[in-house]
């Protein structure tokens, strides 16, 4: 999936400069992806090929939650509460009403935001010096890629080809102005 703006510049420094700040972010963001895909699991249990699919995903994000703990562990660093994503929560205000179009919109949007996450990770494994961490994140965002995939995937289980391409559409603007209006800082999203 093509974004429709770049990170922007000085990102990848602020993450540098203040990687326990991104690990700590990053941890939250792997919990969160996990339990999102879980609650579509809980929130559309007659969906088969959703259900497979998520939780799965699931697992792996747990996994990945679990590696980035690891890492926080190995630098002496405690978890910490979650905290809102302004990313997610101005993504999530393009939510539709209307129970199909807001499947199909909660979809497009985890899309888009594994599409960030892989830019993102990227970014960071480019940056880092060889070793396992940089290796850790290229490993990443290669998963983000088959996780933008797989949302992608099912919203073309259950919507027409034609009506997932127009939404997807829309959406990846509204990410590439929510993206350009955000402060550059330490973490995955914002």
Do not use: N
């Not at 892989?118 to 940056?127: D, S």
């Amino acid at each position: 999936m093509l974004l429709k703006t770049s990170t922007p510049a000085g990102w990848t420094e602020a993450v540098l400069a203040d990687f326990d700040a991104f690990l700590l972010d990053h941890a939250g963001c792997e919990r969160k992806a996990s339990a999102a895909a879980l609650g579509l699991v809980a929130h559309y249990p007659d969906r088969r090929a959703l259900v497979h699919e998520c939780l799965a995903l699931a697992r792996e994000e747990l996994s990945h939650f679990e590696a980035v703990w690891r890492l926080l562990d190995a630098r002496g660093l405690m978890l910490r509460p979650d905290t809102r994503s302004v990313y997610m929560e101005r993504f999530s205000g393009e939510f539709r009403k209307g129970s199909d179009a807001y499947f199909l919109d909660r979809l497009l949007v985890a899309a888009i935001a594994e599409a960030r996450g892989c830019e993102r990770f990227g970014l960071v494994g480019a940056a880092l010096p060889p070793g396992s961490e940089r290796d850790f994140y290229r490993d990443l965002a290669r998963a983000e890629v088959r996780h933008q995939e797989l949302y992608v995937r099912l919203a073309h289980e259950y919507f027409p080809a034609a009506e997932v391409g127009a939404r997807l559409d829309a959406l990846l603007s509204a990410e590439a102005r929510i993206v350009a209006e955000l402060p550059v800082r330490p973490a995955l999203y914002a």
